[in-house]
């Protein structure tokens, strides 16, 4: 699969974390949908396919793991 078709959701709390990772990811070809909370995120993941999640654990409201095991379910 080439890079310039596939999405990554970032998913941090930190808007500069998620800057980073756009600045990162974007020139490389990556499609990037950022998310700034869990909640947010599994809408996103609810309504479009997404690749990868890059999620972070220590968040406010539901925590990245409750996440990944509701993306799981």
Same mark, same amino acid.
């Given at each position: 699969?080439s890079?310039?078709?596939?999405?990554?959701?970032?998913?941090?709390?930190?808007? *500069?974390?998620?800057?980073? $990772? #756009?600045?990162?990811? *974007?020139?490389?070809?990556?499609?990037?949908? $950022?998310? #700034?909370n869990? #909640?947010?995120? $599994?809408?996103?993941?609810?309504?479009?396919?997404?690749? $990868? *999640?890059?999620?972070?654990?220590?968040?406010?409201g539901?925590?990245?793991? #409750?996440?990944?095991?509701?993306?799981?379910?």
């Open positions: 699969m890079t310039a078709k596939m999405k990554i959701l970032c998913v941090n709390d930190s808007q *500069v974390i998620l800057t980073v $990772l #756009e600045a990162i990811l *974007v020139p490389s070809g990556y499609n990037i949908i $950022l998310s #700034e869990s #909640e947010t995120a $599994l809408e996103i993941i609810s309504r479009q396919k997404v690749d $990868l *999640v890059l999620l972070d654990v220590n968040m406010p539901l925590s990245g793991l #409750e996440v990944c095991k509701r993306i799981k379910d």
